[in-house]
């Protein structure tokens, strides 16, 4: 068993406007081991692609407290790409067009990289599994030899995140707001791809506004996120609570003013 810990985790932000550094994450502990699914939800705002972004390593992200530990060892000093080789995956809110590399050639340098140098994937290997993650997907092989995101409609995006996790089958994977701009159809498919990949050896952290993909995709824990830190925690019937009072309703039984 793996296990990815945020302790007491601060986080904060050069504010564009101001240049001054505004506090986001306000004290964030979580564990999550392989073989768990946990769900993120709060109101927009309140931190949850800042806690996203932090654990996969982006530097305009500042902890100024607390830790994140990947089985027991602190992944703070660690560049993006060490923790990516590490096991962690991160599936954007907004996943980012790259121009001039192919969906097909992004797969394979980022297999390629999270394998010993010099034992790339055979090529033969790389494609048969290509063409299963693809049929998972319902995507048509073309989508692997477009330029990554260019030109894809957010739904493609989403979809093409999960050809990723499929391909790259990290020990944990965040994925942030997966569900958003999804039709119904789309959110099964994407969904599917996820429960594909589940299993005793991965993890996942699932941000979301709404309980509709924790239909999909069944969460053992339901976090609450609010003002920068998890203000509650409790199983799936807590996004089904959530829905029926609102973060408003949620807000006033916690007593918080954020
Ligand atoms: P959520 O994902 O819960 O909607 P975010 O983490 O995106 O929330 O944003 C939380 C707060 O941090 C917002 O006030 C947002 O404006 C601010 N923020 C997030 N990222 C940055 C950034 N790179 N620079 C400045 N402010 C940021
Ligand atoms: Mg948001
Ligand atoms: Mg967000």
């Known amino acids: ?17 101001t240049q001054k550094m505004k506090e986001i994450l306000t004290g964030v502990n979580l564990t999550i081991h392989t073989g768990e699914v946990h769900a993120i939800m709060g109101p927009n705002g309140t931190g949850k692609s800042t806690l996203s972004e932090t654990i996969m390593g982006n530097p305009r992200y500042h902890v100024t407290q607390g830790d994140i530990l990947l089985n027991g060892k602190s992944l703070l000093k660690q560049a993006v790409d060490v923790r990516a080789r590490a096991g962690l995956f991160l599936a954007m809110q907004y996943p980012a ?8 050639e992004f ?7 999270r394998r010993p140098e010099g034992a790339p994937i055979p090529i033969k290997d790389f494609l048969t599994q290509l ?6 997907l319902n995507m048509t092989s073309d989508m692997a030899e ?5 030109g894809f409609s957010g739904g493609e995006r989403k979809r093409n995140e999960i050809l990723q996790l499929l391909m790259i089958k990290p020990t944990f994977a965040i994925l942030d707001e ?3 701009g999804l039709d119904i159809d ?3 498919v994407v969904s599917k791809g996820v429960n594909h990949v589940m299993g005793p050896d991965f993890g996942t952290l699932m941000i979301t506004h709404y309980k509709r993909i924790l239909k999909y995709i069944k969460p053992d824990q339901v976090h609450v996120m609010m003002g920068g830190r998890i203000v509650k925690t409790g199983d799936a019937s807590l996004a089904d609570h959530l829905e029926d009072e ?3 309703g949620l807000r006033d039984e916690l007593g918080i003013h954020v």
């Open 146 to 150: 477009r330029y990554l995101n260019e």
């Open 178 to 180: 997966l569900d958003s």
């Open 246 to 248: 609102g973060y408003s």
């Open 1 to 17: 068993m793996k296990t990815l810990e945020i302790k007491d985790l601060h986080v904060a932000v050069k504010d564009e406007d």
């Open 97 to 104: 067009e790259i121009k001039g590399i192919t969906n097909m």
């Open 186 to 188: 789309a959110l099964q």
């Open 107 to 113: 797969l394979r340098a980022a297999i390629n990289a």
């Open 131 to 136: 063409d299963s993650a693809l049929a998972i």
